[in-house]
């Protein structure tokens, strides 16, 4: 797949994305949350986030899996590691379904109102 393929994939995916969000039932709530302090951990180094997973979290919580793609801590402040990349000037690029869906790990801390993401095609259907 060429780099415009890989492209427009990426964008017809943001794409399709929203398309089914805006299908989504609507709702008349409002939502206003003040995270505080949230702390982004996100490594380039696949080796270096394991590393310092082992190191923060699991020293203390041993029977903790390896660090996956995209983990929400319910630590204070709350954590949420994922993994990074770079575009083609340097820019670092974080996941952004990742982000997104782990983002929802921590609003949900917050109100319980919001959506558990890892049920959220179960229960939506
Ligand atoms: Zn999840």
Partial sequence: MGIGDRAAVAGACFNDYQAWFDSLSATDATVV?????????????PAEKQRQWDEIWRSRYPEWGPAAAGVTVSSQPREI????????????????HVLGHELLHVLRLQDPRIVDPDRLIDDIY
């Fill in 81 to 96: 590691w994922c993994d990074l990349r770079q575009d083609r000037n340097g820019n670092l690029i974080l996941p952004p």
């Fill in 33 to 45: 949350i003040d995270l505080g302090t949230v702390i982004i951990r996100a490594f380039g180094a």
